[in-house]
């Protein structure tokens, strides 16, 4: 499965390796900046792909006019500037480049804590306004003192590793990392309440989302040491400002340093002219090493998706993800296959569906088989192009609902159940493979691949015939039946498509799908 990616729009200040890499490798690209929500609204039809910094909003009225679109990269970390819900709804990927400016934002967070504890800016100005003001700025050293961070992935641990060559004590907390995990890296793990009385410092490293809007406020200031000192290079409002202000001019808060605001440029007159407080205009990740990186990363990224090579640094795309890997792409169309095939069979829509797989080889792909499966059962079913980046969506939507468990078992199989159809399928090499339909089995499996009908039948020879009747412009190429008594499920394989089955699906319960 790959990306087709003719025309890719930076709308913000990227470096130009990354255009002359996409370039290099057959993909037209225009370089369009500052350009108002109304002009990138009336530009965005002409584009498959479109390239971001933190200055675009990629809001829903953006997405909802991107009618081409089909992935969003951000050259850098955060993406609280794309609607990233709309974005998904909508089947188009969401990637970033997660690791291209963790060194600079890592550097820049050591930074403004030296500066903090040695009033470094503000002596400064004062020697640049002609003063010589040495007991004024009476600083603290570092050493001795308690780092506490505030979200433990990349740019936390480094952080962590640099200043405890400064000898101080770092503790921490992040809900994805455990303390066993943050030991390796000499960090206490303790429980966020726990950590504001213990800290001298506290720096935060976590995405803006509602968990950590305002995570130090007016609620936990209070629960800090008196004079706390606090660094912010991740996302503005991780801080609540208004907060800050009332800790810095009651002396909670002994000094900040702030690189990201809640409205950039900043409106908030009160905390950019306070003494104690450092500010920088977002420049976290503004090296030319950085910028440079996640150029080309950015750009690498989109080829490797035009390539059917991988999805790196998707956040919304999960099984997608999955669909580029080797080694899942297999598991991943078995899903989807077998979601069309529950479907097809069905005497009306399912509501509920039950994904079991078996064996240790598909011990981790409840994470993605899910919507796989979502995905072909809400193939016919939705109203809006489906992929696998929305399919879980269309399903809330619709009163879907898919549920996912594991057994152990000595073979890799992926059972699915909806109403009264159950299948059995495995992934066999590279293709899917269909080995029992409601407890019949097809022996060595039919191969989910191609333009198939589907039926059951006493007399599955009589209606093959019937069928290879029905079809005189078509060709039956291959037939499969189950073993027993009774009804048996019967799959023909066309030699092409089939535009009609000439009433044979009128006159026999079947099915027919191309794969």
């Known amino acids: 499965m790959a990306f087709v990616l003719k025309k890719v729009l930076i709308s913000d200040n990227v470096s130009p390796k990354c255009s002359e890499y996409l370039q290099n490798h057959g993909i037209s690209v225009d370089v369009k900046t500052k350009l108002t929500k109304e002009q990138l609204i009336a530009e965005i039809p002409n584009y498959d792909g479109l390239i971001v ?3 675009t ?3 829903a009225d953006v997405i909802e006019a991107a009618s081409s679109l ?3 990269g951000r050259a850098g970390t955060g993406v609280d500037n794309i609607d990233i819900p709309a974005a998904t709804k909508k089947g188009i990927v969401v990637m970033n480049t997660p690791g291209g400016n963790t060194l600079s934002a890592v550097e820049h967070t050591c930074a403004m804590l030296s500066s903090l504890a040695r009033h470094i800016p503000q002596a400064h100005r004062s020697l640049k306004e002609g003063r010589w003001d040495r007991k004024v700025y009476m600083g603290t050293e570092l050493a001795g003192k308690t780092l506490a961070i505030i979200g433990l992935g990349r740019i936390g641990r480094e952080v962590a590793k640099r200043m405890q060559s400064f000898e101080m004590t770092t503790i921490g907390f992040d809900p994805l990392v455990s303390a066993e995990e943050s030991a390796q890296f000499g960090v206490e793990w303790l429980p966020v309440e726990e950590i504001w009385p213990r800290a001298d410092y506290v720096t935060v490293h976590t995405p803006l989302i509602p968990q950590t809007k305002g995570l130090l406020g007016e609620k936990s200031f209070p629960m800090c040491k008196k004079g706390i000192k ?4 991740a996302r503005g409002g991780i801080i609540d400002e208004a907060a800050l202000v009332t800790a810095l001019e009651s002396g909670q808060c002994g000094g900040a340093a702030l690189d990201v605001f809640t409205e950039e440029p900043p409106t908030n007159v009160h905390l950019i002219q306070n003494p104690n407080v450092i500010c920088t205009p977002h420049l976290g990740a503004s090296t030319t090493e950085a910028q440079t990186r996640v150029a080309v990363e950015i750009a690498e990224q989109f080829v490797d998706a035009v390539n059917g090579k991988s999805l790196f640094g998707a956040i919304n ?14 598991v991943v169309s078995l899903g989807e296959a077998l979601g069309v095939l529950l479907s097809g069979l069905a005497t009306k829509p399912h509501q509920a569906v039950t994904v079991t797989t078996c064996g240790a080889g598909l011990a981790s792909a409840g994470s993605y088989i899910g919507d796989a499966v979502t995905a072909g059962i809400l193939r016919k079913r939705a109203t809006s192009p489906l992929n696998l980046v929305n399919a879980s969506l269309y399903a809330k939507e619709l009163g879907v609902t898919v549920t996912v468990a594991h057994e152990d078992g000595p073979k890799d199989l992926v059972k699915v159940t909806g109403g009264t159809v159950s299948l059995i399928g495995q992934a066999q090499g590279t293709h899917p493979v269909l080995l029992e339909a409601n407890g019949q089995s097809f022996g060595a499996g039919v191969g989910l691949v191609g333009s198939l009908v589907f039926f059951a039948s006493a007399e599955p020879m009589k209606h093959l015939a019937e069928l290879a009747g029905s079809i005189s412009n078509n060709q039956v190429m291959a037939f499969a039946t189950t073993t027993g008594t009774g009804d048996k499920w019967s799959v023909v394989k066309l030699a092409q498509p089939a535009a009609s089955l000439g009433g044979f699906e009128k006159r026999i319960c079947s099915f027919y799908t191309t794969f």
């Open 53 to 55: 910094r933190s200055a």
């Open 70 to 72: 089909k992935i969003i």
């Open 57 to 59: 909003k990629v809001t």
């Open 317 to 330: 795309a999960r099984a997608l993800s999955n669909a580029l890997k080797p080694e899942t792409r297999a």
């Open 230 to 233: 606090v660094v912010n290079v």
